[in-house]
């Protein structure tokens, strides 16, 4: 119930859900809202004034990677895509909370990856730090909640470029670089802090950035409109960017050749799924049915058997995730239906100027470390 309860607050935010009662619940959360924006005010002083001091970790370069708006902006294609730039000429680590996963809760983060693959399931470490190291697999990935140990954990395991997942509100570690990610289609997160709307920090926070991103870009006009809205706020160099399908493949590894307008059911734990659903009808699938959780969930194996049978009802014949929720699953899963998952890469799709020189600058950085 209580994951119903999210998702349906979700869409009353996103205005899915109109009427007398979702007015209601939006009045209620204003007061919410309202000391949530406080809160983001004074922490955002506290550093600005210098009255918090910042732990400077030994290292040549460090970039944050983060957002203003709460969840499904696409910072994990967007850290993997910089990360990426990098990984084969430098040691990269990448930090990452491990959301809601038991890693988050330890009081020292747990080194997941170094420089061969993953040495804990997605159920301990969370589905994100758990793609990076199958992604990544040469790189440093540590996941916990302490930004501060964690990036001394990655100094002492070599690394020479740290990338912080999730990073602009954890302000404790100074970085080079701020890299903001932005959902094009919703830049200012409906206008309110949570839960009113999708804002966890200020307008004036894009002040910080060193480059924006916007992701889910779809056509040069698009961008030019959002990249206007965003001028008051910074004079970072901005870029678009957009996913594409790398691959389609099933629980063993194997690509999957599909057959035009293939019936799918289509389940995933990520926060903005209408991304995925669009995906997914854009690659020749048509969408009969869908089961949606909150992001990060978990899967139990049962409600995805029931979900398969009625899928399988309704003229399905697979069963389609992402890959953040292909890794939570198991090799050998048997369900009615086979499930396949599919593989997103991020490309610079407008500004590749602006991209390539912000490459350039954090390279220059390493490079005077070394």
Known sequence: MIKKFELYIKDIVRGKRRGVFPFLIKTVLLPFSWLYGFGVHFRNQVYEKGWMRRYVPPVSLVVSVGNIVAGGTGKTPVTLLLAGAFYERFTVAILSRGYRSKAEKQDMPILLCEGNGPVFPSSYCGDEPYVYAKRLPKSIIIVGGNRRKASFLAARA????IFLDDGMQHRRVARDFDVVVVDIGDPFGHGYFLPRGFLRDTL???????LI???HTQGDEQFAKVKAQLKPYSSAPVVGANGSVADIKNLQGHHVVLQKKEKAGMFCTIANPDYFKRTLEQSGFQVVNEFILPDHDSIREKDL????QASLKSGASYLVCTEKDRVKLK?????????LWVQMNLQ??????EWENFLK????K????C
């Open 158 to 161: 070599g690394a020479q470029a």
């Open 204 to 210: 004036k926070s894009f002040a910080r950035a060193n």
């Open 213 to 215: 991103i916007l992701n």
């Open 305 to 308: 058997e029931h979900f398969a």
């Open 331 to 339: 090799d050998d899963l048997s369900l009615v239906l086979p499930v």
């Open 348 to 353: 610079i799709v407008a500004g590749q100027e």
């Open 361 to 364: 600058l954090a390279e220059a």
């Open 366 to 369: 390493i490079a005077r470390g």
